[in-house]
């Protein structure tokens, strides 16, 4: 096993990038650094680390893709600047940038539009996780007919993908979704 | 990995944005974390040794006395620091398991220690992490095993006898310690005496002596003395068997004293005298009767109440039996090998020795137990001090006693 350490930036400059404390910053990599000795996060510890959060389910699916939407420089591992940075976009962000943020996760191909298959894909990979929570009991077309009902909500033009103006201003419509949001500011 | 929910948990919240978009109704409220989010260092001294540490890092674990609120009762207000007067060798190894999650067992330390000090701080032993727990797990058996001993030991000593006990269990006390009365000592040495006499007899009745006037061949002396064997012979069955039935009176549980391992040995010993005197003088079964006279030889068994030592051998034997029983199992399978490729290698030549596979099976165990040129079939002759030793050494790498 090469022992490759990747030490991040310096504290200032990682607390100018996010929207972190000195003190968050150091509890934050103080833990990453125990459960990270070697100072990066692979795939299949990010799907461990899912697994025991969700054991009724298969979070591995969901973990793929959220791997993917950390990993912003696309080299299979998070540092822990990508890992504090997408924390600081989901926990302290502008409402604009969490979206454009879960606009990101959906996108699993990356080129700037959802399509059907892609919101099929998340989807699946949603309810897999949740497991046997879901309800009503997950039967053949229940993934299908809320991948209907995203589309119908999000896509205005009706061309049949989605584009990032297009769910940015569909989630600001949504009542539901701005109280939810609401929540999960500043939570650590 | 309860660090590791500690640290993540931040992040899973933060990824549950992600489906927020497609939930159909509100979400629920994250549970509020009341815990202040400053984290300070907690100073522990252990008998002098200053332990420093996060809160956090104590909280881990919440059902330890160290992550709960029982921690509070060490605390000393005047030092600021909570002392515990205990061992800080251990302290160290407790303490690393909140930082690390894994739980060392020091391989130098005394087993019985380390656990009271694991009972101390609320810790269960369970939770050892895999790279120690067979160690742990071995000398714990080890020292539950030698206390058993010990116990047995203690039961069987000299304490003096309860005031009010009735001859039966002054008698059964005279038998289990002959070291008790004079009377119990003179028995113990009279009955060893007997056993060596008799296995000594056993011995000496196949030597051939001179034959007496009128024959030509060599007699076992068996059969020249016959009658002086035979009164020697009844006279140790006859010891025996009183022996036997004292204990049997004496015994505190009869039914338990009846299945233990001694007096099927002495009842071994003294059958094979008792059948030969039922039985008639029939040619047919006088075989079967020249059979059962082997087993005449357990009487030196008996001399296991004699000899600590055989008492410690039969419990190595009993406790490595798993691992004998493989060592069985394991050669049975080489022979029926090899037997089965030497039947089928030589099968088309004419004239070779191994007629069927069975046949095979002797050639096999005796090429095993390495005698090679004593191949003769009419008698066993399995040279039982390389076995012995064979078995032991291969036993010795298995057991660890």
């Not at chain 1, 972190?20 to 461990?48: A, D, M, W």
Request: with cysteine.
């Amino acid at each position: 096993m090469t022992m490759v350490c990747h030490r991040p930036e310096g504290l200032e400059q990682l607390e100018a990038q996010t929207n972190f404390s000195k003190q968050e910053l150091q509890i934050l990599y103080r833990g990453f650094k125990n459960e990270c000795p070697s100072g990066v996060v692979n795939e299949e510890t990010f799907k461990h680390i899912y697994a025991q959060f969700f054991p009724h389910g298969d979070a591995s699916m969901y973990a793929h893709y959220l791997f993917n939407a950390f990993d912003t420089t696309n080299n299979g591992s998070i540092k822990f600047k990508d890992f504090v940075v997408g924390l600081s976009t989901l926990l302290r962000g502008t409402l604009r940038e969490k979206l454009e943020w879960t606009f990101h996760l959906y996108d699993i191909n990356r080129d700037g539009y959802i399509n059907r298959e892609e919101m099929t894909e998340i989807v699946r990979a949603i309810y897999d996780m949740m497991g046997k929570y879901t309800y009503p009991a997950l039967k053949g077309d229940v993934p299908q007919q809320h991948v209907d009902a995203f589309f119908q909500k999000m896509d205005k033009n009706k061309d049949g993908v989605v584009t990032m103006e297009e769910f940015i201003i569909a989630c600001q419509e949504d009542e539901n979704m701005m109280r939810s949001m609401q929540l999960f500011e500043n939570v650590m | 990995m309860a660090a590791g929910v500690a640290t993540w948990l931040p992040f899973a919240r933060a990824a549950a944005v992600g489906w927020l978009p497609l939930a159909k109704k509100t979400m629920p409220k994250p549970p509020v974390d009341n815990s202040s989010r400053s984290d300070e260092i907690l100073y522990v001294n252990v008998s002098g040794v200053r332990f420093q540490t996060w809160k956090n890092t104590l909280d881990r674990y919440p059902d330890t006395l160290l992550g709960s609120s029982e921690k509070e009762f060490f605390y000393n207000e005047d030092t600021q620091e909570y002392f515990f007067d205990r061992d800080p060798e251990m302290f160290r190894h407790i303490l690393n398991f909140y930082r690390t999650g894994k739980l060392h067992y020091p391989r130098h330390e005394c087993i019985q220690a380390f656990d009271e000090e694991l009972a101390f701080y609320g810790i269960v032993p369970e939770i050892i992490g895999d790279c120690c727990m067979e160690e742990y797990r071995d000398r714990k058996k080890e020292n539950q095993e030698r206390l058993a001993e010990d116990t047995e030991a203690n039961e069987a000593n000299d304490a003096p006898l309860p005031p009010h006990s009735t001859s039966r269990e002054r008698l059964w006390r005279a038998f289990e310690n002959p070291h008790t009365s004079t009377m119990a000592l003179v028995f113990y040495y009279v009955t060893g005496f007997f056993i060596a006499v008799s296995v000594i007899a056993n011995v000496v009745e196949t030597v051939p002596c001179q034959p007496p006037k009128g024959m030509v061949k060599d007699l076992p002396c068996g059969m020249k003395y016959q009658l002086a064997f035979f009164c020697m012979d009844t006279a140790c069955v006859l010891i025996f068997t009183f022996e036997y039935l004292m204990r049997l009176f004496a015994a505190p549980s009869r039914c338990k004293f009846m299945r233990s391992v001694m007096s099927v040995i002495d009842v071994v010993a003294i059958m094979p005298y008792y059948i030969g005197l039922v039985m008639p003088e029939n040619e047919d079964v006088s075989g079967a009767f020249v059979t059962l006279r082997v087993f005449r030889v357990f009487r030196i068994f008996k001399f296991s109440r004699h000899s600590q030592g055989l008492r410690i051998l039969g419990y190595t034997l009993k406790s490595c039996a798993s691992e004998l029983g493989f060592l069985l199992f394991s050669l049975t399978m080489a022979i029926i090998i090899f037997a089965t490729v030497m039947f089928y290698a030589e099968k088309g030549t004419k004239g070779s020795t191994f007629t069927s596979i069975p046949a095979s099976f002797w050639y096999t165990i005796v090429t095993m137990t390495t005698l090679g040129k004593h191949i003769k079939r009419h008698y066993i002759q399995v040279d039982l001090k390389l076995l012995v030793l064979w078995t032991a050494g291969f036993t010795q790498t298995f057991c660890r006693h």
